[in-house]
């Protein structure tokens, strides 16, 4: 199992560009989600999905857009980037969402928005 | 809303007891956990307790919980080099609230 891998590893965007960061698990995952990290703010819960077609908010999701249409990926997209998106993304998934402490983290995306 | 509090650095020399605390606000979460980030890298969990436990040791890792004061506490016995890391304390079920990390430098 390749486990939950992120693509691309770094990313430069100027304002306003638009991309999709993407994230994929090979382990039949049900539960997946977006996490951004901030120096000094630890990791804030962005988007979430406990399934295929299934998706919610988590406590920062403006700016951003997810979807699931399959089991095994979960891109995160940013519709118009803005400086303040500056951050470390990570991609996670668990078993379900009754088995988030088994939650499986990827190495990351490191994006810059100037 | 949620929230996960813990103090953002803490040195203890190699050999001794490290003791990482958080408090927490949502006491309906199911699990608390303990997450390690090493530099570079993402999160590993380290390990996670059950609300309706006090206690919980895995070899080098005890972990107590508090509920009624909801304070959960991380101790690390025989600190060595290679427990340098961000450890991040957390809550939830569906959503999962992270503490914004404690960075344990370990001294010689």
């Known amino acids: 199992n390749a486990g939950v891998t992120q693509t691309p590893k770094f990313q430069v965007l100027k304002t306003g560009q638009s991309m999709t960061l993407q994230c994929a698990q090979d382990?039949?995952?049900?539960?997946m989600s977006w996490y951004r990290q901030d120096p000094g703010m630890g990791l804030r819960l962005i988007h979430y999905?406990?399934?295929?077609?299934?998706?919610d908010q988590g406590e920062v999701p403006n700016g951003y857009n997810v979807s699931r249409s399959t089991t095994e990926d979960f891109p995160l997209r940013l519709l118009s980037a803005a400086p303040s998106q500056t951050s470390v993304y990570f991609c996670a998934s668990s078993y379900s969402r009754r088995l988030t402490y088994e939650q499986y983290f990827g190495p990351g995306t490191r994006l810059t928005v100037t | 809303g949620e929230d996960v509090e813990q103090s953002l650095f803490l040195s203890v020399r190699e050999g001794d007891s490290s003791v990482i605390n958080c408090t927490y606000t949502?006491?309906?979460?199911?699990?608390l956990y303990w997450y390690k980030q090493e530099p570079g890298a993402g999160l590993q969990l380290l390990t996670y307790i059950f609300s309706n436990m006090d206690m919980k040791q895995d070899q080098r890792l005890t972990v107590l919980l508090n509920k009624k004061d909801k304070h959960l506490s991380l101790r690390i016995a025989d600190t060595q080099t290679g427990d340098s890391a961000i450890y991040f304390c957390?809550?939830?079920?569906?959503?999962?609230?992270f503490g914004k990390g404690t960075r344990l430098h370990i001294l010689p």
């Open positions: 382990m039949n995952h049900e539960y």
């Open positions: 957390a809550e939830g079920d569906d959503k999962i609230i």
């Open positions: 949502d006491s309906s979460s199911t699990y």
């Open positions: 999905s406990v399934g295929a077609g299934i998706t």
